[in-house]
């Protein structure tokens, strides 16, 4: 069915698609309850409709949901974080999904067709192009999965040995890039909250920036510019990717 512009089903109000938006949190830990297949064709039904650049529609995806196969794509996905670690010590490394991947009973890897970067113009960027279209997608389809009462979260993967060793196991050819991986499936609530890593992010992970601090009217308000402090106290304080820790405390 074709939709016009302003021609919404009457049940998307405003107030409902907000409460959609505002709702949907990223779920790092999962219960092992199965997915029915019409849930996850549902999704990716939603996920597809993201606009991208010129149309482009880069995506495609590999639903994954043989156990031992998430086994090996979750430990290659979290392969990167050894290194990472090391190079990065004060990013909270802990709050990521990846090294949970295998316990969602179904894993999403989001593909970009490169080939379709010809559609673009070659005065711009195309893999910027590509990689915007495709964080569209993600997001439609962690909401198609809200809706649903699903749980997601968005694991990024973007080169290096993780996605050369998942492009193996799933034999994805080469002209696709594997920047995401998204797990879906039932929250863990007692995992969420048991594990102490995820704090933070309970934490700080629904809070937004203000509205009227973001929206200048007509032209930047000089006096809402964000000093260079106060946007690294922002990072400290409300990301949840930098943390202080109890061994980095002088900071
Ligand atoms: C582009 C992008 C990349 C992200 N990469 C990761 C990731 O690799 N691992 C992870 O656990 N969460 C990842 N996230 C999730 C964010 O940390 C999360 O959306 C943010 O903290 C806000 O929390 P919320 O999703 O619960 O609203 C990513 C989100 C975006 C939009």
Aim: aromatic content about 6%; some cysteine.
């Amino acid at each position: 069915m074709s939709t016009q512009p302003g021609d919404h089903p009457q049940i998307l109000t405003y107030e409902g698609l907000r409460a959609l938006v505002a709702g949907r949190r990223s779920v790092r830990r999962f219960r092992p309850d199965p997915v029915s297949r019409e849930s996850i064709e549902r999704i990716l039904d939603v996920a597809r409709l993201a606009p991208s650049a010129g149309n482009s529609q880069p995506w495609e995806f590999v639903v994954v949901t043989d156990a031992a196969m998430r086994s090996r794509v979750a430990r290659a996905a979290a392969s990167l974080f050894s290194a990472g670690r090391k190079r990065d010590p004060e990013f909270n490394w802990s709050i990521s999904v990846q090294p949970f991947l295998s316990q969602a009973p179904v894993l999403i890897v989001v593909l970009g067709d490169r080939r379709v970067m010809a559609a673009y113009p070659s005065i711009l960027r195309g893999n910027i192009l590509m990689r915007q279209s495709l964080s569209n997608c993600v997001l439609a389809l962690q909401l198609a999965a809200a809706s649903l009462g699903l749980a997601t979260a968005w694991g990024t993967l973007q080169g290096g040995s993780p996605e050369s060793e998942i492009r193996d196991l799933l034999r994805i050819p080469d002209a696709f890039t594997i920047d995401h991986i998204v797990p879906v499936g039932y929250a863990d609530e007692v995992e969420c909250a048991r594990a102490a890593a995820l704090a933070p992010a309970r934490e700080r992970a629904s809070r937004r920036r203000p509205l009227d601090a973001i929206v200048h009217w007509e032209r930047y308000a000089a006096e809402k510019e964000r000093s260079d402090g106060a946007v690294e106290q922002f990072i400290w304080s409300e990301t949840v990717t930098r943390v202080r820790r109890a061994d980095s405390q002088g900071r």
